[in-house]
């Protein structure tokens, strides 16, 4: 699972999320390091709608704006869960080597 | 012109209205407070807009990013061949033959090199069956059997205006087999998009590779050593169109290897950037 994924995962874990909503907390999870654009953005999306990981769950019309909210599934929490534990062992055991070597991970 | 009005020219790349709208909103809200969309944005919107306009496949499926690049090559293949008719057909304005009787000649020439030169040919045949291997692959049957159609069609046309050019001796048995190869061609590769469709599920990438590598090596050998013996007779009748014609064969096979071979390499892409 690439960065990007992983974010709007993320960023679709706690509540269901419009696509400004998530290109905002992809870029505040992230510190900035990764900014979406809309055309990537519902690329991405429309992906992880096929894949079973993430559905529409509303629509809303707001001064004639279309809002789709977009959420989490429970194929899509377990995908997340999954990449989690396995980014975190991979942290533990570069965190072990470097501490044996000396360096202090900052 | 506002920010909304320039957004929304920019969503009008999409060809589903409710994502056009989608992306308006989201557009709108991420450009606040500016009087135009960012650069990046704007790109970004375009290409994946006309991605999917072009009928290619969502993109980050596993051949969605071939799917792209097929079909803009189709239409890069087409903008020079408008360009090139633009060109012949001034050029032929601008320099009128002398003796009326020439004019239809000096037009076919355009449309000949238009439609039946050989780099032009392979290059259209090139692009159409790269896109039509690539919609096969991502499952898209009837895009595929689609371009297969156009393919035949402008091979056809080839083959018809060539014929037109100059002085051709009557239709020749060798010019039969061609037409018969090329129905039968068509009719072939129509009936296995379905099946490259279900075999793109199934078989692994690197054997893609290796199938369209050996279908190259034999189709060029065929096309390229013995076409006119083997194929056409041995009258030399065969000239430049039904070469090209003919290294539809070759031209099938490149796209193919590529497509194949891309599919390969590429790794599988997890978002479409």
Redesign the interface.
């Known amino acids: 699972?690439?960065e990007?994924?992983f974010l709007?995962l993320t960023a679709l874990a706690d509540e269901a999320r419009?696509?400004?909503g998530v290109?905002q907390e992809v870029t505040a999870l992230s510190a900035g390091r990764v900014t979406l654009?809309?055309?990537?953005?519902?690329?991405?999306l429309?992906?992880l709608v096929?894949e079973g990981l993430v559905a529409v769950e509303r629509e809303e019309v707001v001064a004639s704006?279309?809002?789709?909210y977009y959420r989490l599934t429970g194929a899509g929490a377990t995908a997340l869960s999954e990449e989690s534990e396995r980014l975190a062992a991979n942290a533990r055991v570069a965190r072990r080597r470097l501490r044996k070597a000396g360096v202090t991970p900052a | 012109m506002t920010l909304e009005r320039r957004c929304r020219l920019l969503a009008r790349a999409y060809p589903d209205r409710e994502r056009a709208e989608e992306v308006l909103t989201t557009l709108l809200d991420s450009n606040e407070g500016r009087r135009s969309p960012r650069v990046a944005d704007a790109f970004d919107v375009l290409r994946h807009g006309l991605a999917a306009r072009l009928g290619s496949t969502p993109a980050g499926t596993r051949y969605g990013r071939v799917g792209d690049a097929a079909s803009v090559a189709v239409v890069l293949a087409l903008l020079v061949q408008a360009a090139t008719a633009v060109a012949i057909a001034a050029n032929a304005f601008r320099r009128p033959p002398k003796d009326p009787w020439d004019w239809p000649d000096q037009i076919y020439t355009g449309v000949y090199y238009v439609t039946g030169h050989q780099v032009a040919a392979a290059l259209i045949a090139a692009a159409v069956a790269s896109a039509a291997c690539a919609a096969a692959m991502a499952g898209r049957v009837a895009l595929a059997r689609l371009l297969v159609l156009a393919a035949a069609a402008g091979g056809a046309a080839t083959f018809l205006v060539e014929r037109s050019l100059g002085e051709r001796p009557s239709f020749t048995s060798g010019q039969g087999r061609l037409v018969v190869a090329l129905g039968i061609g068509t009719v072939l590769a129509v009936l296995l998009t379905g099946a490259v469709a279900r075999a793109a599920r199934m078989v692994p990438r690197w054997w893609w590779a290796l199938a369209a590598g050996a279908a190259l090596a034999v189709a060029l050998y065929v096309v390229r050593y013995h076409p006119h013996e083997l194929l056409w007779g041995r009258t030399g009748v065969a000239l430049t169109a039904y070469a090209a014609v003919a290294t539809v064969l070759g031209t099938l096979a490149v796209p193919l290897a590529l497509t194949a071979l891309v599919a390969a390499v590429v790794r599988r892409p997890e978002v479409a950037d």
């Open positions: 699972m690439q990007p994924t709007i419009h696509g400004y290109m654009r809309p055309g990537t953005l519902y690329a991405a429309d992906r096929a704006r279309l809002r789709r």
